[in-house]
């Protein structure tokens, strides 16, 4: 016969069990017409990510709470095209009041709070446009979390969390929350854009993160090379796709070894003081 002191210790612990549990999601960043081979803002080789990808989620599918597909998504004069600002140079300063509304042309705001620099690219996935749909060779499942991005016609997004300004977030931080998750392994395009401001901010939330190098592409080698030192630098997990394997039972042994000292601990804080 179990004591109930035992059977009280035991549910604690089986509960324990649950939240320490580490849970991981693969986010894949922008695999859309628009930036692969023959779209308008077409990544170098960006088609070769979609095989890695595939493979990352069916070879790890039991290990993976969810599965989160980004997609920029913009109005058709969207500010940042440069179709949207003849004659101007291809990066542009954009000026922004407190509350993160676009000063005009005339810079009649009362107060400028913000000064960012803003790139200007073809126009490209544009609501509803068959640019802006997933690649048909990405595997896609109803269970797959999509955010849309880029869709305030007067400000970039090149975080799947944040627009370029940080005024609003989009409701991806908060799903994360919801499913428990505390890693994250990030793949899709554009290796220096989407992928890089989408992995400074997970990381500054405090997302154990990791990028899969080889699952993602630059638009220009430069900016890669600068942006993946930049993410080193900030404690960001380089990876390259064998290495998932080792990265998933790393971080499922790490919640093995936080439950076995948990359990030791309450185990002989509960049983040795209250059920003797
Ligand atoms: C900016 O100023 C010019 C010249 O004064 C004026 O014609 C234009 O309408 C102004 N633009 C806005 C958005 O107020
Ligand atoms: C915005 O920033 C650019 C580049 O740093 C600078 O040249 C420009 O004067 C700034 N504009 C305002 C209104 O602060
Ligand atoms: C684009 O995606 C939408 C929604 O998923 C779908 O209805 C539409 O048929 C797709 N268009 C093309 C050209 O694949
Ligand atoms: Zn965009």
Not at 59 to 65: G, I, N, P, R, V
Not at 99 to 113: F, I, K, P, R, W
Not at 125 to 133: D, E, L, Q, R, Y
């Given at each position: 016969?179990?004591?109930?002191?035992?059977?009280?210790?035991?549910?604690?612990?089986?509960?324990?069990?649950?939240?320490c549990a580490r849970q991981i999601a693969l986010l894949i960043i922008d695999v859309q017409n628009c930036f692969l081979p023959g779209g308008s803002l077409a990544v170098t080789e960006g088609d070769q990510?979609?095989?890695?990808?595939?493979?990352?989620?069916?070879?790890?599918?039991?290990?993976?709470?969810?599965?989160v597909l980004s997609q920029d998504w913009h109005c058709s004069d969207h500010i940042s095209f440069a179709s949207q600002h003849k004659g101007a140079s291809k990066v542009i300063q954009l000026l922004y009041d407190k509350?993160?509304?676009?000063?005009?042309?005339?810079?009649?705001?009362?107060?400028?709070?913000y000064n960012l620099?803003?790139?200007?690219?073809?126009?490209?996935?544009?609501?509803?446009?068959?640019?802006?749909?997933?690649?048909?060779?990405?595997?896609?499942?109803?269970?797959?979390?999509?955010?849309r991005k880029?869709?305030?016609?007067?400000?970039?997004?090149?975080?799947?969390?944040?627009?370029n300004g940080g005024f609003r977030h989009t409701e991806l931080h908060d799903k994360l929350q919801e499913a428990g998750i505390d890693a994250l392994i990030i793949t899709g395009l554009a290796r220096d854009y989407c992928v890089y401001y989408t992995a400074m901010d997970a990381k500054k939330l405090g997302y154990e993160t990791y990028?899969?190098?080889?699952?993602?592409?630059?638009v220009t080698k430069a900016t890669?090379?600068?942006?993946?030192?930049?993410?080193?630098?900030?404690?960001?997990?380089?990876?390259?796709?064998?290495?998932?394997?080792?990265?998933?039972?790393q971080l499922t042994s790490d919640a093995n070894y936080l439950h076995s000292t948990f359990i030791l601990m309450i185990s002989i804080i509960l049983c040795f003081f209250k059920c003797l």
């Open positions: 016969m179990i004591s109930p002191c035992w059977l009280s210790a035991l549910t604690f612990i089986l509960l324990l069990d649950l939240t990510v979609i095989p890695l990808i595939n493979n990352i989620r069916s070879e790890f599918k039991a290990d993976l709470s969810l599965v509350s993160g509304s676009l000063c005009d042309e005339n810079n009649s705001c009362t107060e400028v709070a620099t803003q790139h200007l690219w073809p126009d490209h996935c544009v609501i509803n446009t068959p640019s802006a749909n997933f690649s048909h060779n990405l595997v896609h499942e109803p269970s797959d979390l999509v955010v880029g869709y305030n016609c007067k400000v970039d997004s090149y975080s799947a969390f944040y627009d990028v899969v190098l080889d699952a993602t592409r630059p890669g090379d600068s942006t993946v030192a930049d993410m080193k630098i900030k404690g960001i997990q380089i990876i390259e796709s064998p290495d998932v394997a080792g990265v998933i039972v």
